[in-house]
C-alpha cells in the first residue's frame, strides 16, 4: 500500500504546527494569538504521530483517521471552549468582533423582531462599529442562546456555530459514503474533507475566534451531498438556509440550480427546479419577509450599504485583496470594485449557462471558484474567506468518488447526455482522488 496518504498527513500537520506557532508568536489580533498557542501544541503531536505511522506495515487508515479526530480537538475545540470559558469569566480579547455582533444581533431580534440599528441609530453608539451586522437575519439566531439565558460559555455563538457545522457535516458523510447497497465515496476522501473543514488551520483558527462563515460553507456542503444523492427539494432547503445566513451562500444556490436545471433537461426529470426552488424559498422568506416588512432600512444599511463600503464608520475587512486595493487606491474605486464584481458575476453566469455543472462534483468546483473571486473582489474583504474554497475543495474529494461509483448515474439518460457527462467525471476514479486518498 502507498505511504503517499500518510506523507501529506505529516507535511500537512508540519505545516499548520509552523502557521501555528508563527500566529502566536506574531499576530497582533488576541485571539488568533490564543489559538496558535494551543494549536501549535495540537499540530505538532500529530505530525509526530504521523511520522510514526509512517513506520508501521499495513493497512494504517484507522490511525489516521484517529490522529485526524484528536487533531481536531485540540486545535479547534480545546481552544474555543478555553476563550468560551475565559470570556463568560469576564476575561477580554476572547472573541473576534462578530461573536459580539451575532450575540447583540439575537438580543435585538428577541425584544424588537429586528436584528439590525439603522444609520443613524449606529453613529450615536460609542462603538459604531458593534453597532453594524452586515450578516442576513438568519444569522441572529446564533445570537439567542446568549439572548435568552445569559452570557455562559456555552450560549457563546460559537459553540452553536461548531455544532451546527458537525451536524451538517455528519449527514453529508451519511449521504456520501459508501456502505451495503449504496455506492459512495471511499474512506480516504471523507478524510480528507474532514481535515479540510475541523482541521485546515484557517477553518481551525476561524472556528475558535470567529466562526460565522463555518454553518454557511457548511450547509453548502450538505445542499451539494443532497443534490449529488437527487434530491432537489432538501438540497434547495438547505442551501436555503445558507442563504438565510450569509450573503456568501447566494452564489453557490445559484450554481446548484444551474446543476438541477441541466440534470433536468438531460434526465427529462420534471419539476425538479421547481422543488428545489421551492425548498430554498422557504428559509429566505421565514427569515427575511418579516424583518424587510417590519425595518426594510435597518436591512439595507446593514447588509447592503456597510458591505459596499457606504456605513457610518469602515469594514475592519481590509485585508490587501485586488477589490480593497482598488476601492482603497484607485481614482474612483469605490465603484469600479463593485463594477468588477458584478462584472465576474455575469461572465460567471454566462459561462454556467453555456457550460451548467453535470455532477455535483464539478457544482462544488464552481462554488470554489465563483466564492474565490467574490472574496477577491468585495471592496471589504479578508484572507479568512479563504476557507470556502479551501473546504468545498476538500468535499470535492469524496463528491468526486462517489459520481465515479454511482451506477445509476447515466440511467435513463440519452447517448448525447451521456457522452457529455462521461466527459464530465470520467469513465472511472478521479486520478486526482487517488492520489489524495
Known amino acids: ?19 501555528a506557532g508563527a500566529t502566536a508568536l506574531w499576530t497582533t489580533l488576541e485571539p488568533h494569538s490564543q489559538w496558535g498557542a494551543i494549536a501549535f501544541g495540537g499540530y505538532l503531536p500529530a505530525a509526530i504521530c504521523a511520522a510514526v505511522l509512517l513506520t508501521q506495515p499495513g ?17 479547534t475545540a480545546m481552544p474555543l471552549a478555553f476563550m468560551a470559558v475565559d470570556r463568560a469569566n469576564g476575561v477580554t480579547g476572547r472573541a473576534q468582533e462578530e461573536v459580539l455582533v451575532v450575540e447583540s444581533s439575537g438580543a435585538r431580534l428577541l425584544d424588537t423582531g429586528s436584528p439590525y440599528l439603522d444609520a443613524d441609530a449606529i453613529a450615536a453608539l460609542p462603538e459604531p462599529l458593534l453597532g453594524y451586522n452586515p450578516y442576513q437575519p438568519g444569522m441572529a439566531v446564533f445570537g439567542l442562546p446568549a439572548a435568552a439565558f445569559g452570557e ?30 449504496v455506492l459512495g465515496a471511499g474512506k480516504g476522501p471523507l478524510l480528507r474533507a474532514f481535515q479540510a473543514m475541523f482541521v485546515f488551520p484557517v477553518c481551525a483558527l476561524t472556528f475558535a475566534t470567529g466562526g460565522d462563515d463555518m454553518p454557511v460553507v457548511a450547509l453548502i456542503v450538505l445542499a451539494l451531498a443532497y443534490a449529488h444523492r437527487d434530491r432537489p427539494f432538501a438540497a434547495g432547503l438547505v442551501v436555503g438556509a445558507a442563504a438565510a445566513l450569509k450573503l456568501f451562500a447566494w452564489p453557490a444556490a445559484v450554481v446548484i440550480g444551474f446543476l438541477i436545471l441541466h440534470r433536468t433537461a438531460a434526465q427529462g426529470a420534471r419539476g425538479d427546479l421547481q422543488r428545489y426552488l421551492g425548498g430554498f424559498a422557504i428559509p429566505v422568506a ?22 459596499l463600503g457606504h456605513g457610518v464608520v469602515t469594514s475592519p475587512a481590509q485585508s490587501p485583496l485586488p477589490g480593497f486595493l482598488i476601492a482603497e487606491h484607485v481614482p ?58 479551501v473546504v468545498l475543495l476538500g468535499w470535492w474529494l469524496p463528491l468526486r468518488d462517489a459520481v465515479a461509483g454511482a451506477p445509476t448515474l447515466f440511467a435513463g439518460i440519452g447517448n448525447e447526455a451521456v457522452d ?9 476514479p478521479s486520478m486526482a482522488v487517488e492520489w489524495w486518498r
Open 420 to 428: 457529455e457527462l462521461e466527459h464530465e467525471t470520467g469513465p472511472g
Open 1 to 19: 500500500m502507498s505511504n503517499r496518504p500518510l506523507m501529506i498527513d505529516l507535511a500537512f500537520y508540519a505545516v499548520a504546527a509552523l502557521f
Open 152 to 181: 455562559h460559555w456555552w450560549t457563546d455563538a460559537r459553540i452553536w456555530f461548531l455544532l451546527a457545522a458537525a451536524a451538517c457535516a455528519a449527514a453529508a458523510v451519511h449521504l456520501l459514503r459508501r456502505r451495503p447497497g
Open 59 to 75: 493497512a494504517v487508515w484507522r490511525g489516521r483517521a484517529l490522529v485526524a479526530a484528536g487533531t481536531a480537538v485540540a486545535v
Open 286 to 307: 421565514v427569515t427575511m419577509v418579516p424583518v424587510l416588512l417590519l425595518d426594510a432600512r435597518g436591512f439595507f444599511d446593514n447588509v447592503i450599504a456597510f458591505g
Open 332 to 389: 474612483g474605486g469605490e465603484l469600479i470594485a463593485p463594477a468588477l464584481l458584478g462584472l465576474a458575476a455575469l461572465v460567471i453566469a454566462a459561462l454556467l449557462w453555456t457550460r451548467p455543472p453535470a455532477t455535483a462534483a464539478s457544482a462544488a468546483l464552481w462554488c470554489a471558484a465563483g466564492l474565490s473571486t467574490a472574496f477577491l473582489l468585495m471592496p471589504s474583504t479578508r484572507f479568512g474567506y479563504l476557507l470556502y474554497p
